[in-house]
Protein backbone atom coordinates (compact mmCIF):
# COMPACT_ATOMS: atom_id res chain seq x y z
CA UNK A 1 0.00 0.00 0.00
CA UNK A 2 1.32 3.74 -0.98
CA UNK A 3 1.80 5.97 2.10
CA UNK A 4 1.89 8.77 -0.80
CA UNK A 5 -1.45 10.70 -2.80
CA UNK A 6 -2.70 8.30 -5.06
CA UNK A 7 -5.36 9.28 -7.55
CA UNK A 8 -6.95 6.95 -9.72
CA UNK A 9 -9.28 6.62 -12.70
CA UNK A 10 -10.37 6.37 -16.37
CA UNK A 11 -9.37 7.63 -19.48
CA UNK A 12 -11.88 6.94 -22.83
CA UNK A 13 -9.92 5.89 -26.00
CA UNK A 14 -11.84 4.35 -28.87
CA UNK A 15 -14.94 3.91 -26.96
CA UNK A 16 -12.93 1.78 -24.28
CA UNK A 17 -11.92 2.80 -20.76
CA UNK A 18 -8.35 3.02 -19.92
CA UNK A 19 -7.68 2.89 -15.78
CA UNK A 20 -4.73 4.58 -14.71
CA UNK A 21 -2.79 5.34 -11.24
CA UNK A 22 -0.87 8.38 -10.15
CA UNK A 23 0.98 8.15 -6.75
CA UNK A 24 2.66 11.06 -5.33
CA UNK A 25 2.10 14.93 -5.57
CA UNK A 26 2.35 17.01 -8.58
CA UNK A 27 5.70 18.47 -8.61
CA UNK A 28 7.13 21.62 -9.92
CA UNK A 29 9.32 21.93 -13.05
CA UNK A 30 12.17 19.98 -11.46
CA UNK A 31 10.64 17.05 -11.15
CA UNK A 32 9.17 15.72 -14.18
CA UNK A 33 6.69 12.63 -13.50
CA UNK A 34 7.25 9.28 -14.49
CA UNK A 35 5.02 7.23 -16.94
CA UNK A 36 5.66 3.70 -16.79
CA UNK A 37 4.63 1.17 -19.61
CA UNK A 38 4.29 -2.28 -18.56
CA UNK A 39 5.37 -5.23 -20.77
CA UNK A 40 3.26 -8.46 -21.78
CA UNK A 41 2.08 -7.47 -24.36
CA UNK A 42 -0.87 -7.89 -21.96
CA UNK A 43 0.79 -8.06 -18.28
CA UNK A 44 -0.93 -5.08 -16.53
CA UNK A 45 0.99 -2.53 -14.18
CA UNK A 46 1.27 -4.58 -11.06
CA UNK A 47 4.53 -6.24 -11.99
CA UNK A 48 5.68 -2.66 -11.37
CA UNK A 49 4.33 -1.51 -8.10
CA UNK A 50 8.08 -1.22 -6.42
CA UNK A 51 8.10 2.04 -8.85
CA UNK A 52 5.73 3.59 -6.58
CA UNK A 53 8.70 4.03 -4.08
CA UNK A 54 9.93 7.05 -6.78
CA UNK A 55 7.34 9.07 -6.01
CA UNK A 56 9.38 9.31 -2.44
CA UNK A 57 11.84 11.48 -5.09
CA UNK A 58 9.38 14.27 -4.99
CA UNK A 59 7.84 13.01 -8.39
CA UNK A 60 4.67 11.69 -9.65
CA UNK A 61 4.85 8.13 -10.66
CA UNK A 62 2.09 7.21 -13.32
CA UNK A 63 0.73 3.79 -13.89
CA UNK A 64 -2.46 2.45 -16.91
CA UNK A 65 -3.09 -0.63 -18.29
CA UNK A 66 -3.00 -1.23 -21.20
CA UNK A 67 -6.20 -1.80 -23.26
CA UNK A 68 -7.06 -5.59 -22.88
CA UNK A 69 -5.68 -5.85 -19.67
CA UNK A 70 -5.62 -5.80 -15.55
CA UNK A 71 -8.11 -3.28 -14.99
CA UNK A 72 -8.83 -1.39 -18.33
CA UNK A 73 -11.57 -2.95 -20.47
CA UNK A 74 -10.71 -5.99 -22.47
CA UNK A 75 -12.46 -6.11 -25.83
CA UNK A 76 -12.51 -9.49 -27.23
CA UNK A 77 -10.99 -8.58 -30.52
CA UNK A 78 -7.70 -10.23 -31.59
CA UNK A 79 -7.52 -7.93 -34.57
CA UNK A 80 -7.42 -4.55 -32.32
CA UNK A 81 -3.64 -5.87 -31.36
CA UNK A 82 -1.05 -3.82 -33.03
CA UNK A 83 1.34 -1.54 -31.84
CA UNK A 84 -0.25 1.34 -33.39
CA UNK A 85 -2.82 0.96 -31.13
CA UNK A 86 -1.10 1.33 -28.25
CA UNK A 87 0.82 4.29 -29.82
CA UNK A 88 -2.29 5.50 -30.06
CA UNK A 89 -3.16 5.00 -26.46
CA UNK A 90 0.11 6.55 -25.10
CA UNK A 91 -0.58 9.59 -26.56
CA UNK A 92 -4.28 9.47 -25.18
CA UNK A 93 -3.19 9.54 -22.19
CA UNK A 94 -1.14 11.15 -21.94
CA UNK A 95 -3.56 14.47 -23.14
CA UNK A 96 -6.21 13.31 -20.87
CA UNK A 97 -3.91 13.72 -17.72
CA UNK A 98 -1.84 16.70 -18.65
CA UNK A 99 1.49 15.50 -19.22
CA UNK A 100 3.20 17.86 -21.06
CA UNK A 101 6.84 16.93 -19.67
CA UNK A 102 7.74 13.54 -18.82
CA UNK A 103 10.54 10.76 -18.35
CA UNK A 104 9.23 7.55 -19.94
CA UNK A 105 9.84 4.33 -18.65
CA UNK A 106 9.41 0.95 -20.64
CA UNK A 107 9.90 -2.18 -19.31
CA UNK A 108 9.74 -5.15 -21.63
CA UNK A 109 7.11 -5.01 -24.38
CA UNK A 110 6.60 -1.40 -22.43
CA UNK A 111 9.93 -0.55 -23.65
CA UNK A 112 9.69 -1.88 -27.23
CA UNK A 113 6.70 0.39 -27.09
CA UNK A 114 8.45 3.44 -25.51
CA UNK A 115 10.78 3.23 -28.54
CA UNK A 116 8.75 3.12 -31.01
CA UNK A 117 6.99 5.95 -29.86
CA UNK A 118 10.16 7.80 -29.39
CA UNK A 119 10.49 7.72 -33.21
CA UNK A 120 7.24 9.74 -33.87
CA UNK A 121 9.40 12.72 -32.09
CA UNK A 122 6.72 13.59 -29.71
CA UNK A 123 6.86 16.82 -28.03
CA UNK A 124 7.83 16.71 -24.11
CA UNK A 125 9.82 13.89 -23.59
CA UNK A 126 12.60 14.63 -21.23
CA UNK A 127 14.04 11.40 -21.19
CA UNK A 128 13.11 7.00 -22.25
CA UNK A 129 14.92 4.06 -19.11
CA UNK A 130 14.19 1.34 -21.58
CA UNK A 131 14.09 -1.58 -19.07
CA UNK A 132 14.84 -5.39 -20.43
CA UNK A 133 13.95 -4.66 -23.69
CA UNK A 134 14.97 -5.74 -27.00
CA UNK A 135 15.29 -3.75 -30.40
CA UNK A 136 14.61 -6.65 -33.02
CA UNK A 137 12.42 -9.91 -31.72
CA UNK A 138 14.20 -11.82 -33.78
CA UNK A 139 17.18 -11.05 -32.08
CA UNK A 140 14.94 -11.87 -29.23
CA UNK A 141 13.84 -14.76 -30.06
CA UNK A 142 17.78 -16.13 -31.17
CA UNK A 143 18.56 -15.46 -28.03
CA UNK A 144 15.73 -16.97 -26.09
CA UNK A 145 16.23 -20.23 -28.08
CA UNK A 146 19.74 -20.22 -26.79
CA UNK A 147 19.19 -19.41 -22.81
CA UNK A 148 16.41 -22.84 -23.98
CA UNK A 149 18.90 -24.97 -24.72
CA UNK A 150 20.80 -24.68 -21.58
CA UNK A 151 17.39 -26.43 -20.04
CA UNK A 152 17.09 -29.65 -19.21
CA UNK A 153 16.96 -32.03 -21.71
CA UNK A 154 13.53 -33.34 -20.56
CA UNK A 155 12.19 -29.81 -20.22
CA UNK A 156 13.42 -29.16 -23.82
CA UNK A 157 11.55 -32.05 -25.10
CA UNK A 158 7.90 -31.16 -23.14
CA UNK A 159 8.58 -27.70 -25.02
CA UNK A 160 8.61 -28.81 -28.45
CA UNK A 161 6.55 -31.46 -28.10
CA UNK A 162 4.06 -29.40 -27.29
CA UNK A 163 4.81 -26.55 -29.54
CA UNK A 164 4.96 -28.99 -32.73
CA UNK A 165 1.82 -30.21 -31.41
CA UNK A 166 -0.55 -27.17 -31.11
CA UNK A 167 -0.97 -27.81 -27.44
CA UNK A 168 0.56 -25.10 -25.85
CA UNK A 169 -2.58 -24.53 -23.47
CA UNK A 170 -1.46 -28.16 -22.11
CA UNK A 171 -0.56 -27.41 -18.10
CA UNK A 172 2.92 -29.58 -19.36
CA UNK A 173 3.93 -26.86 -21.35
CA UNK A 174 3.05 -24.25 -18.86
CA UNK A 175 5.06 -25.89 -16.04
CA UNK A 176 7.90 -26.41 -18.36
CA UNK A 177 7.66 -22.46 -19.44
CA UNK A 178 8.29 -21.91 -15.90
CA UNK A 179 11.52 -23.72 -15.28
CA UNK A 180 12.73 -20.74 -17.85
CA UNK A 181 11.16 -17.98 -16.45
CA UNK A 182 12.61 -18.72 -13.17
CA UNK A 183 16.15 -18.58 -14.14
CA UNK A 184 15.22 -15.78 -16.78
CA UNK A 185 12.33 -13.80 -15.71
CA UNK A 186 12.52 -13.71 -12.07
CA UNK A 187 15.23 -15.47 -9.59
CA UNK A 188 13.50 -14.70 -6.47
CA UNK A 189 11.96 -17.48 -4.74
CA UNK A 190 8.86 -17.27 -4.21
CA UNK A 191 7.95 -14.54 -6.56
CA UNK A 192 6.45 -11.59 -4.92
CA UNK A 193 2.91 -11.14 -5.02
CA UNK A 194 3.06 -8.55 -7.32
CA UNK A 195 4.72 -10.76 -10.18
CA UNK A 196 2.37 -13.55 -9.43
CA UNK A 197 -0.72 -10.96 -10.16
CA UNK A 198 0.31 -9.95 -13.61
CA UNK A 199 1.13 -13.07 -14.45
CA UNK A 200 -1.86 -15.15 -13.16
CA UNK A 201 -4.08 -12.24 -14.94
CA UNK A 202 -1.72 -12.64 -18.36
CA UNK A 203 -2.23 -16.95 -18.18
CA UNK A 204 -6.15 -16.12 -17.36
CA UNK A 205 -6.73 -13.80 -20.48
CA UNK A 206 -3.94 -14.30 -23.05
CA UNK A 207 -5.61 -12.41 -25.73
CA UNK A 208 -3.30 -9.89 -26.19
CA UNK A 209 -0.18 -11.76 -25.82
CA UNK A 210 -0.94 -14.17 -28.26
CA UNK A 211 -2.33 -12.23 -30.70
CA UNK A 212 1.35 -10.07 -30.57
CA UNK A 213 3.36 -12.31 -28.65
CA UNK A 214 2.25 -16.12 -28.96
CA UNK A 215 2.37 -18.55 -26.28
CA UNK A 216 5.46 -18.14 -24.61
CA UNK A 217 8.46 -15.82 -24.82
CA UNK A 218 10.82 -17.70 -26.90
CA UNK A 219 8.13 -19.40 -28.98
CA UNK A 220 6.82 -16.13 -31.02
CA UNK A 221 4.37 -16.62 -33.72
CA UNK A 222 2.42 -13.30 -33.30
CA UNK A 223 2.42 -10.04 -35.31
CA UNK A 224 5.45 -8.77 -33.21
CA UNK A 225 7.55 -11.57 -35.26
CA UNK A 226 9.30 -9.69 -37.49
CA UNK A 227 9.37 -6.11 -35.02
CA UNK A 228 12.89 -4.55 -35.91
CA UNK A 229 13.56 -0.81 -35.09
CA UNK A 230 17.25 -1.87 -35.02
CA UNK A 231 18.14 0.48 -38.25
CA UNK A 232 16.36 3.14 -36.48
CA UNK A 233 17.74 3.47 -33.13
CA UNK A 234 19.81 6.45 -34.04
CA UNK A 235 16.90 8.08 -34.50
CA UNK A 236 16.38 8.59 -30.92
CA UNK A 237 17.32 11.97 -29.67
CA UNK A 238 16.69 11.91 -26.03
CA UNK A 239 18.91 10.96 -23.10
CA UNK A 240 18.28 7.66 -22.74
CA UNK A 241 19.19 5.15 -19.61
CA UNK A 242 19.10 1.32 -20.11
CA UNK A 243 18.90 -1.30 -17.94
CA UNK A 244 18.80 -5.25 -17.97
CA UNK A 245 20.04 -8.17 -15.61
CA UNK A 246 23.01 -10.13 -15.99
CA UNK A 247 20.96 -13.59 -16.19
CA UNK A 248 17.84 -11.66 -17.93
CA UNK A 249 15.88 -13.00 -20.88
CA UNK A 250 16.71 -9.52 -22.59
CA UNK A 251 20.30 -10.75 -22.66
CA UNK A 252 23.34 -8.67 -22.27
CA UNK A 253 23.61 -8.80 -26.35
CA UNK A 254 19.59 -7.47 -26.53
CA UNK A 255 20.86 -4.37 -24.23
CA UNK A 256 23.77 -3.96 -26.12
CA UNK A 257 22.06 -3.43 -29.33
CA UNK A 258 19.44 -1.19 -27.86
CA UNK A 259 22.41 0.90 -25.88
CA UNK A 260 25.37 0.91 -28.91
CA UNK A 261 21.90 1.69 -31.19
CA UNK A 262 20.47 5.31 -29.17
CA UNK A 263 23.08 7.56 -29.04
CA UNK A 264 24.87 9.04 -25.47
CA UNK A 265 22.80 6.38 -24.07
CA UNK A 266 23.67 4.69 -20.35
CA UNK A 267 23.75 1.14 -19.58
CA UNK A 268 23.45 -0.40 -16.36
CA UNK A 269 23.45 -4.27 -15.81
CA UNK A 270 22.01 -5.36 -12.28
CA UNK A 271 24.29 -8.20 -11.53
CA UNK A 272 22.12 -10.20 -9.26
CA UNK A 273 18.90 -9.81 -11.95
CA UNK A 274 16.97 -11.48 -14.09
CA UNK A 275 13.96 -9.77 -16.61
CA UNK A 276 12.75 -7.56 -13.20
CA UNK A 277 16.14 -6.10 -11.89
CA UNK A 278 13.60 -3.40 -10.27
CA UNK A 279 11.46 -6.59 -8.14
CA UNK A 280 14.97 -8.23 -7.74
CA UNK A 281 17.53 -5.80 -7.01
CA UNK A 282 14.62 -3.14 -6.01
CA UNK A 283 16.64 0.01 -3.74
CA UNK A 284 19.43 -0.25 -5.93
CA UNK A 285 17.16 0.11 -8.72
CA UNK A 286 15.60 2.93 -7.83
CA UNK A 287 18.81 4.65 -6.52
CA UNK A 288 20.20 3.97 -10.29
CA UNK A 289 17.06 5.31 -11.89
CA UNK A 290 16.62 8.63 -9.53
CA UNK A 291 19.70 9.67 -10.03
CA UNK A 292 19.31 9.36 -13.75
CA UNK A 293 16.30 11.30 -14.08
CA UNK A 294 17.59 13.50 -11.63
CA UNK A 295 20.60 14.44 -13.58
CA UNK A 296 18.69 14.65 -16.87
CA UNK A 297 16.88 17.09 -15.90
CA UNK A 298 19.40 19.44 -14.24
CA UNK A 299 21.24 18.59 -17.04
CA UNK A 300 18.00 20.41 -18.70
CA UNK A 301 17.71 23.29 -16.52
CA UNK A 302 21.50 24.40 -17.15
CA UNK A 303 20.97 23.96 -21.12
CA UNK A 304 17.94 25.91 -21.05
CA UNK A 305 19.75 28.63 -18.96
CA UNK A 306 22.69 28.57 -21.19
CA UNK A 307 19.91 29.31 -23.62
CA UNK A 308 18.69 32.06 -22.53
CA UNK A 309 22.71 34.00 -22.38
CA UNK A 310 22.48 33.67 -25.87
CA UNK A 311 23.65 29.87 -26.65
CA UNK A 312 21.04 27.38 -28.53
CA UNK A 313 19.73 24.53 -26.69
CA UNK A 314 21.22 21.22 -27.31
CA UNK A 315 17.99 19.05 -27.94
CA UNK A 316 20.03 16.53 -25.81
CA UNK A 317 20.89 17.82 -22.52
CA UNK A 318 24.76 15.99 -21.90
CA UNK A 319 24.68 13.48 -19.49
CA UNK A 320 28.06 12.13 -18.45
CA UNK A 321 29.09 8.88 -17.05
CA UNK A 322 28.22 7.45 -13.97
CA UNK A 323 30.83 7.32 -11.25
CA UNK A 324 32.90 3.79 -12.26
CA UNK A 325 31.28 3.52 -15.78
CA UNK A 326 32.84 0.94 -18.05
CA UNK A 327 33.19 2.14 -21.71
CA UNK A 328 30.81 3.38 -23.78
CA UNK A 329 28.78 4.23 -20.79
CA UNK A 330 28.14 1.23 -19.46
CA UNK A 331 28.07 0.78 -15.87
CA UNK A 332 27.52 -3.08 -14.45
CA UNK A 333 26.17 -2.95 -10.20
CA UNK A 334 27.26 -5.82 -8.33
CA UNK A 335 26.04 -6.44 -4.65
CA UNK A 336 25.92 -8.76 -2.74
CA UNK A 337 22.92 -11.12 -2.94
Not at 27 to 53: R, S, V
Request: hydrophobic content about 40%.
Amino acid sequence: MSHHAVVEGMIPFKGYNVWYRAVGERGGTDKLPLLCLHGGPGAAHDYLEPLEAVAASGRRVIFYDQLGCGNSDRPHNPALWTVDLFLEELAAVRAALGLERLHILGQSWGGMLAMQYALTRPAGVASLVIASSPASMRQWVAEANRLRAELPADVQETLLRHERAGTTDDPAYTEAMMVFYQRHVCRLDPWPDCLNRSLEQLMRDPEVYHAMNGPSEFHVTGNLRDWDITGRLGEIAVPTLVTSGRHDEATPAIAETVHKGIPGSRRVIFEQSAHESHIEEPELYRQVLIEFLEEVEQASFKSASNCGEGNRERPHPPVGPPPAAASDGEMVLDLPP
